[in-house]
Nanobody, 114 residues
Framework: QVQLVESGGGLVQPGGSLRLSCAAS????????MGWYRQAPGKERELVAI???????YYADSVEGRFTISRDNAKNTVYLQMRSLKAEDTAVYYC????????WGQGTQVTVSS
């Protein structure tokens, strides 16, 4: 059974940083392109960043230059380093495969507010 467990969210002031982690189990992690998604209140879930198994990464325009996705295949974990956070980054953040093939985890809340 696939399990995705996100962590690392919290309350941060505008301009601050956070690092999210997502631990995956039940899959051969290294075979999958992984992604971070987010869902803000009243909005659809959106894809924020993708990292393929070899390490190449792709970002939504809204986070390009501020967020960095990375992965550690030995730990079955994908990370999202977020810098220069803005109020509009406030959302619940989830990880999943790049095609959202697995059941969603509980997500981790990121709130950017002064």
């Amino acid at each position: 059974q696939v399990q995705l467990v996100e962590s690392g969210g919290g309350l941060v002031q505008p301009g601050g940083s956070l690092r999210l982690s997502c631990a995956a189990s039940g899959i051969i992690f290294s075979r999958y392109a992984m992604g971070w998604y987010r869902q803000a209140p009243g909005k659809e879930r959106e894809l924020v960043a993708i990292i393929i198994s070899g390490g190449s990464a792709y970002y939504a325009d809204s986070v390009e230059g501020r967020f960095t996705i990375s992965r550690d295949n030995a730990k079955n974990t994908v990370y999202l380093q977020m810098r220069s956070l803005k109020a509009e980054d406030t959302a619940v953040y989830y990880c999943n495969s790049a095609r959202a093939a697995f059941s969603w985890g509980q997500g981790t809340q990121v709130t950017v507010s002064s």
